[in-house]
Each structure stands twice: as structure tokens, then as C-alpha cells.
């Protein structure tokens, strides 16, 4: 998930009573709900780096306990106040494994079982940035100022216990459910997307992806022995195949496996679960041919997220090879 909701999250599990437990429990849980993020520093060396780096060990459980050290001892190093170190210990944990089980419900994954296996995990029940959870967090955030400021006007008593913790159970619920719910519509989406022909063809193997705005709306991927099939499919409404867009695949040629060799497309195939290949013309040298692969997950072929692309020459050698996330087409 996307820092916002990360951070949010340790907030309210503060709010909800965990801060109790030791001071500095909400700078430690804060810290926590983010600390696997910190491979973000692999994209200083580039895009490429950043793909291999980023939810790679730091999002393993083998270095579960690791990441949970790290904000007991920056804060306890920082803070001046005392801190029970057994407690903040027990609360990063808590705040890291937030962190994984978040990062585990959308269709970008995590490698939980680094470093013995690189097997990616993935629910594909929420995007990245999920808008019916920030909206919700958004309300948990601003309703306890909210009640302040009502109860400020009228003349009532300040509420007593922890501020906002109505509100930070409230949040932490609705995201349970809400995770809950979209498991049980997802997998309708697949069961219909399954349960269809395209163009005559039976599909080899389905995905739904979710829609930012509409739980409803998934968006479908297809594959058959000849093309993919990219599919609109709600489910309050009828599902028709024929009206998803068709991508056939290449014929098979010897650019293709050149191409596969190269250092950025070998390394992007590790994370593609939905690769589409193209290969075009190369304005020079002469009889060359960019190979593109973008994965479908993220964009289409014409507006792609991400794409790693080849120069193979009519020799068949990788002349240069990169991966970018956007359109990376040559021009």
C-alpha cells in the first residue's frame, strides 16, 4: 500500500490503545508501519535496482524481527524520555506486520519467503493507493477534532481516555472487513471470468484486477494459447467476452529470445506476472528491432507503467537493453 495508508495505520493502532503499553509507543508504531520502505533507497542507483530492491528482504518474514529492532532503537536512541524496550519491541511488530499484511492484499505482491524463496504473494483485492480506505482513514483523522470542536461549542465535558480511540477502532475495523469483503468479490470475478469463451478460446489461466473506485468493477485479464484478452467485468451487471480487447502474442523469433537474455528484460520477467511482448522496427541500425515488454497488470501496451525494452541488432546481439517505469518507447 501506499505510505499514507501505511502511516495512518500505525497511527491508529497507537489510538486504539497500544500507546498505553510504553511511551513513545506512537513514534515507535509510526515508524514500524513504515520501516519495511526503507528499501527505497535502492533507487538511487536506478530503476532497474529499484525493481529488484524495492519489496524485496525488507519485506520478508525471515527479517520480520529486523525491521521491528530498527524503530525501537532509533527511538529509544532519540528520545529522552524512558522507554520499556520489551513492550516497543512487541508494538514494532505489530506495526511491521501491518506493513506485510497491507502490502500483501494488492496485485503488486511481496516476497515473503526471501531469502529461500523468491515466490511472490499477492491477493489482488485492493490497488495500491485504495481510495475507500483513504477516505475512511481521512474520516478516523479528522473526526476526533471534529468532536473536539463540537464539544468545545456546546459546553460538554471533555471525553475522557484515549483521544480518537473510537475512531481509530472504527478505521482499523472498517479496513478488516473491507480487505474481507473484496476477498469474497474477487473471487466471483475470477469464477466469471473463468466460466467464459474468448473468441472460441478457452482461457489458460485468469486475473482480476481491482478498480481504485468501484469494488464492484475488476478489471480481467485473460490468456489463451493465442492471445490475451484484457476485460471490463462487473458485477452488478451482465459480462459479455466479446467486448474485451485482444492482444495477440508474437510468432516466435529468434529477437525474442535475445532479448530475453538481456540483463533488464531477464530481470523484469522475475516480477512480470502478465509479460506482453512486442517487437518493432528500430529506426537504426539498420535491420534492427526494439523488443518491448511490458506487464499487464500495470497499464496497457500503449500506456504502460512498466516496461523493459532491448535493442537486438540483425545479429541477434543486445545492443542495449533498460527499464523504465512509463513509456520507455523509443522515438
Same mark, same amino acid.
Given at each position: 500500500?501506499?505510505?499514507?495508508?501505511?502511516?495512518?495505520?500505525?497511527?491508529?493502532?497507537?489510538?486504539?490503545?497500544?500507546?498505553?503499553?510504553?511511551?513513545?509507543?506512537?513514534?515507535?508504531?509510526?515508524?514500524?508501519?513504515?520501516?519495511?520502505?526503507?528499501?527505497?533507497?535502492?533507487?538511487?542507483?536506478?530503476?532497474?535496482?529499484?525493481?529488484?530492491?524495492?519489496?524485496?528482504?525488507?519485506?520478508?518474514?525471515?527479517?520480520?524481527?529486523?525491521?521491528?529492532?530498527?524503530?525501537?532503537?532509533?527511538?529509544? /536512541? =532519540?528520545?529522552? *524520555?524512558?522507554?520499556? $524496550?520489551? &513492550?516497543?519491541?512487541?508494538?514494532? @511488530?505489530?506495526?511491521? #506486520?501491518?506493513?506485510?499484511?497491507?502490502?500483501?492484499?494488492?496485485?503488486?505482491?511481496?516476497?515473503?519467503?526471501?531469502?529461500?524463496?523468491?515466490?511472490?504473494?499477492?491477493?489482488?483485492?485492493?490497488?495500491?493507493?485504495?481510495?475507500?480506505?483513504?477516505?475512511?482513514?481521512?474520516?478516523?483523522?479528522?473526526?476526533?477534532?471534529?468532536?473536539?470542536?463540537?464539544?468545545?461549542?456546546?459546553?460538554?465535558?471533555?471525553?475522557? /481516555? =484515549?483521544?480518537? *480511540?473510537?475512531?481509530? $477502532?472504527? &478505521?482499523?475495523?472498517?479496513?478488516? @472487513?473491507?480487505?474481507? #469483503?473484496?476477498?469474497?468479490?474477487?473471487?466471483?470475478?475470477?469464477?466469471?471470468?473463468?466460466?467464459?469463451?474468448?473468441?472460441?478460446?478457452?482461457?489458460?489461466?485468469?486475473?482480476?484486477?481491482?478498480?481504485?473506485?468501484?469494488?464492484?468493477?475488476?478489471?480481467?485479464?485473460?490468456?489463451?494459447?493465442?492471445?490475451?484478452?484484457?476485460?471490463?467485468?462487473?458485477?452488478?451487471?451482465?459480462?459479455?467476452?466479446?467486448?474485451?480487447?485482444?492482444?495477440?502474442?508474437?510468432?516466435?523469433?529468434? &529477437?525474442?529470445?535475445?532479448?530475453?537474455?538481456?540483463?533488464?528484460?531477464?530481470?523484469?520477467?522475475?516480477?512480470?506476472?502478465?509479460?506482453?511482448?512486442?517487437?518493432?522496427?528500430?529506426?537504426?541500425?539498420?535491420?534492427?528491432?526494439?523488443?518491448?515488454?511490458?506487464?499487464?497488470?500495470?497499464?496497457?501496451?500503449?500506456?504502460?507503467?512498466?516496461?523493459?525494452?532491448?535493442?537486438?541488432?540483425?545479429?541477434?546481439?543486445?545492443?542495449?537493453?533498460?527499464?523504465?517505469?512509463?513509456?520507455?518507447?523509443?522515438?
Amino acid at each position: 500500500m501506499d505510505p499514507l495508508t501505511h502511516t495512518a495505520t500505525g497511527w491508529f493502532l497507537s489510538r486504539a490503545g497500544l500507546r498505553r503499553f510504553t511511551p513513545q509507543a506512537t513514534w515507535v508504531l509510526l515508524l514500524a508501519a513504515n520501516a519495511p520502505d526503507v528499501d527505497i533507497v535502492t533507487a538511487a542507483r536506478g530503476s532497474l535496482s529499484y525493481l529488484n530492491g524495492h519489496r524485496h528482504l525488507t519485506h520478508a518474514l525471515a527479517a520480520w524481527p529486523v525491521m521491528a529492532l530498527l524503530p525501537v532503537l532509533l527511538v529509544g /536512541g =532519540i528520545s529522552r *524520555r524512558p522507554i520499556r $524496550w520489551r &513492550a516497543a519491541y512487541l508494538l514494532s @511488530l505489530a506495526g511491521v #506486520g501491518s506493513h506485510l499484511a497491507l502490502d500483501s492484499t494488492n496485485i503488486y505482491g511481496v516476497r515473503l519467503l526471501l531469502p529461500f524463496s523468491a515466490r511472490w504473494f499477492h491477493l489482488d483485492i485492493t490497488s495500491v493507493v485504495d481510495l475507500w480506505i483513504w477516505a475512511v482513514l481521512l474520516i478516523a483523522l479528522v473526526g476526533p477534532l471534529l468532536a473536539r470542536l463540537v464539544s468545545q461549542e456546546i459546553g460538554a465535558p471533555a471525553a475522557r /481516555g =484515549i483521544p480518537g *480511540r473510537g475512531f481509530a $477502532w472504527f &478505521a482499523l475495523a472498517f479496513v478488516a @472487513l473491507y480487505d474481507g #469483503g473484496r476477498v469474497i468479490l474477487h473471487q466471483r470475478a475470477v469464477e466469471t471470468l473463468e466460466a467464459r469463451l474468448y473468441g472460441g478460446a478457452t482461457p489458460l489461466r485468469v486475473a482480476a484486477l481491482p478498480d481504485p473506485f468501484n469494488p464492484f468493477r475488476w478489471r480481467g485479464l485473460v490468456e489463451t494459447s493465442g492471445f490475451y484478452a484484457v476485460a471490463a467485468c462487473n458485477l452488478l451487471g451482465e459480462f459479455d467476452p466479446e467486448e474485451a480487447d485482444v492482444l495477440y502474442k508474437p510468432e516466435a523469433q529468434p &529477437a525474442l529470445a535475445a532479448a530475453a537474455r538481456s540483463p533488464a528484460i531477464r530481470d523484469f520477467l522475475r516480477f512480470a506476472r502478465w509479460p506482453y511482448w512486442q517487437v518493432l522496427p528500430a529506426p537504426e541500425p539498420e535491420g534492427a528491432w526494439w523488443v518491448e515488454v511490458t506487464d499487464l497488470r500495470f497499464g496497457s501496451p500503449r500506456q504502460p507503467s512498466f516496461v523493459a525494452r532491448a535493442l537486438v541488432s540483425n545479429r541477434l546481439e543486445v545492443l542495449e537493453s533498460s527499464f523504465r517505469f512509463g513509456n520507455a518507447r523509443p522515438r
